[in-house]
């Protein structure tokens, strides 16, 4: 993987009965990277921009769910979601364990968001 020379922050939300908690992880040596989708529509054409984020390692006792967020940077903790607010971020919809098999030439996790 090149250019795996960023810090970002995963935020995770712990739903809890009166109000939610915000957990967040440093994953260092991870890449950053945003293509722009067009797709045609009937109504015309439609811009989505998704982010792609790798890295080699997942910290011990981190879980990526879906709905979490990836920040790029350093975040030691919020305690809403409008504390993300002119961070650049995104909701997590997908996340790849490609660390195992042998097919993979360097092992690493994928999360794509948008």
Not at 6 to 17: P, Y
Not at 36 to 47: A, E, K, Q, V, W
Request: glycine share 8%.
């Amino acid at each position: 993987m090149l250019a795996c020379n960023k810090t970002l922050t995963h935020v995770h939300r712990v739903k809890g009965a009166n109000s939610d908690e915000y957990v967040c992880t440093q994953i260092p040596n991870c890449s950053w990277f945003s293509k722009l989708r067009t797709s045609i529509l009937d109504r015309g054409t439609s811009m989505e921009r998704y982010t792609y984020v790798r890295f080699p390692v997942l910290p011990d006792g981190v879980e990526i769910v879906k709905g979490d967020y990836m920040v790029n940077g350093v975040v030691t903790s919020i305690t809403r979601e409008k504390d993300l607010e002119g961070m650049e971020y995104f909701t997590i919809l997908n996340i790849a364990d490609n660390t195992r098999g042998g097919g993979v030439r360097l092992p690493h996790w994928s999360v794509v968001g948008q």
